[in-house]
């Protein structure tokens, strides 16, 4: 199983940013896929979650309205799009899969909102 996240940067508040996930290994079409993030010195929380036909999606409180997440099953990739990005939404942002009981992660990619 791999996971390469990508599309972090640094950008300004009220910006937006759309990340990305291309995984492999495993049958993406059947798994759900989840978006966490983790800022400095916290613990990794759950930002979205989508499930295998993406029919269904969950966000996170600090989230709700702002991202959106989304999948492609022909590409294997799983997507954040993040809108009107706060400061406190900096982060390290990785995505993550269940398999075979075990979790699996990205290397993640950094998104920093600063002015």
């Known amino acids: 199983v791999q996971l390469v996240e990508s599309g972090g940067g640094l950008v300004q508040p009220g910006g937006s940013l759309r990340l990305s996930c291309a995984a492999s290994?495993?049958?993406?079409?059947?798994?759900?896929m989840r978006w966490y993030r983790q800022a400095p010195g916290k613990g990794r929380d759950m930002v979205a979650r989508?499930?295998?036909?993406?029919?269904?999606?969950e966000y996170g409180d600090s989230v709700k309205g702002r991202f959106t997440v989304s999948r492609d099953n022909a590409k294997n990739t799983v997507y954040l799009q993040m809108n009107s990005l706060k400061p406190e939404d900096t982060a390290v942002y990785y995505c993550?899969?269940?398999?075979?009981?075990?979790?699996?992660w990205g290397q993640g990619t950094q998104v920093t909102v600063s002015s």
């Open positions: 993550n899969v269940v398999f075979g009981g075990r979790d699996y």
């Open positions: 989508i499930t295998s036909t993406g029919d269904i999606t």
């Open positions: 290994g495993f049958t993406f079409s059947y798994y759900i």
